[in-house]
């Protein structure tokens, strides 16, 4: 597709019940980033990959989180037993260049988490 | 510490009214970039504009315009002539070069309401 995907849409778990986030990026594009959005907030950056190197996790709120782009495209969040603080959207983006946060980034729709 | 300050919370305006879009910043660094965002019902941000540290020339793109005054660590964005399609919640955002890393820092974001 020509812009950055993700799935699913929509999510509901069980507290304690791990889940799985994936995004599509733009093809070719080397830059790809997790964010957070809790209710009424700006985005809050998770974690930074070039290509398949996770080069920046420091946004990642504990060890349950855990995200991997194992071939430099598809990515995907996994959060393991989730509680309900986990509960916001989850948005995927993607920029051409390697240079970080500088560039310009293309959003994905993102993935509305509740937890119950 | 990194820091970007949205005051305003929610605008309201009668379309083609003129309105600004307040953004502060706080950062160490001398090399940064800052950005606009728009976020349409719809839920994808999109990217508006990208200013780096070294250029405090004002921009215009048609009905938009941004003013950046580094002596005031400000980054405002005026809508002229507004259309209720221009409703959103803007984002401003920050990277900065030297010591971010390669997060983008956002504002917690204006929303904008244009009435017919």
């Known amino acids: 597709g020509a812009g950055v995907s993700q799935s699913p849409r929509y999510k509901v778990a069980k507290r304690g019940q791990d889940v799985a986030l994936r995004c599509d990026p733009i093809?070719?594009?080397?830059?790809l980033f997790w964010y957070q959005q809790a209710l009424g907030q700006g985005p809050e950056f998770l974690t930074y990959?070039?290509?398949?190197?996770?080069?920046?996790k420091s946004g990642l709120p504990s060890d349950r989180f855990f995200a991997e782009r194992p071939e430099g495209s598809v990515s995907t969040l996994k959060i393991q037993r989730t509680q309900q603080e986990d509960s916001a959207v989850y948005l995927c983006?993607?920029?051409?260049?390697?240079?970080?946060?500088?560039?310009?980034?293309?959003f994905g729709p993102g993935t509305r988490l509740t937890v119950l | 510490a990194q820091k970007v300050t949205q005051a305003q919370t929610e605008i309201s305006v009668v379309e083609k009214e003129d309105v600004t879009l307040d953004c502060v910043y706080e950062t160490r660094d001398t090399t940064y970039y800052l950005f606009w965002y728009k976020q349409p019902p719809s839920g994808e941000l999109v990217f508006l504009i990208r200013r780096n540290s070294f250029d405090e020339q004002n921009e215009i793109s048609g009905r938009y315009s941004w003013n950046f005054q580094k002596s005031t660590s400000s980054f405002n964005f005026t809508i002229t002539a507004s259309q209720v399609v221009d409703s959103a919640v803007y984002f401003c955002a920050l990277s900065e070069i030297d010591t971010g890393g390669f997060k983008t820092i956002f504002g917690a974001g204006t929303r904008l309401f244009v009435k017919a």
């Open positions: 093809s070719g594009h080397v830059s």
């Open positions: 990959f070039q290509n398949e190197a996770q080069l920046d």
């Open positions: 983006a993607s920029s051409l260049e390697l240079a970080g946060g500088y560039n310009e980034q293309f």
